[in-house]
């Protein structure tokens, strides 16, 4: 149970990452163009008639527009726990690319901070989660 601007909000959630069930998208389709939302118009119903009210997204291109998705989500009563996904390839030991993914994940927030539909913002992944946890004890 979370508290989400002053109400009491329990999370009914799936993740939704950017291969939906059309084989020819390949690539963030939570943008503006008219195939992208056609594909997760249907998508967002098929959530909402399961009860979902959260969704977790990655495969999220920071530079290119998700507000009209995002409101969509918001409409139909959907809230978002948006992730700032990387590789764990990434060799977080290097200041250059803790440096990069820190100001990729501070452009990410300062873009959408205002954005009613995101409850939650999530920096990394399952696989990346170990790495930074390494990471943070020795940079602490």
Known sequence: L????????RLFSNLNANNPAAPDVKHDYYTNSASNIAIWQR?????KNMGCN???LYGWDNSLDHTQFLDVLLENGIRVVLQYWFPSSNDISNSATRTQLINGFTSMVNNYKYHPAIIMWLFGAY???????SCL????
Do not use: M, N, P
């Open 2 to 9: 979370f508290i989400v601007i002053g109400q009491d909000f």
């Open 43 to 47: 998508d967002i119903a098929i959530l």
């Open 54 to 56: 959260t969704i977790r």
């Open 127 to 133: 696989s990346s989660a170990k790495k930074l946890k």
């Open 137 to 140: 004890l020795l940079y602490s």
